[in-house]
């Protein structure tokens, strides 16, 4: 079993940033891919950025440009740089974790952090 604890989520004026932290624990393993998924009132979860244990990015079209995900490896953790916020990236922030081993795949995910821009 793996845990995710996010933070960093809170209330941001439209033009501003926030930074969103994901700290994974237990049954760690290597190679993975954590990413930051995120889903509005109504709407299905959908991907914001991925990044592989190697560094490897990919960025949903409507964020490429604003926001940045990185990992400390050492420290089992990614983040997400938020910046020029819009009304439309209020939502709940989820963290991913996915390995795999034996031809499983595991896939785990952080409780989520509301993230709320005004206009």
């Known amino acids: 079993q793996v845990q995710l604890a996010e933070s960093g989520g809170g209330l941001a004026q439209t033009g501003g940033s926030l930074r969103l932290s994901c700290a994974a624990s237990?049954?760690?393993?290597?190679?993975?891919?954590m990413g930051w998924y995120r889903q509005s009132p109504g709407k299905q979860r959908e991907l914001v950025a991925t990044i592989t244990s190697g560094g490897t990015v990919n960025y949903a079209d409507s964020v490429k440009g604003r926001f940045a995900i990185s990992r400390d490896n050492a420290k089992n953790a990614a983040y997400l740089q938020m910046n020029s916020l819009k009304p439309e990236d209020t939502a709940v922030y989820y963290c991913?974790?996915?390995?795999?081993?034996?031809?499983?795949?595991?896939?785990?995910w952080g409780q989520g952090t509301q993230v709320t821009v005004s206009a």
């Open positions: 991913k974790h996915s390995s795999h081993s034996r031809g499983l795949v595991y896939d785990y």
């Open positions: 237990g049954s760690v393993v290597s190679p993975n891919v």
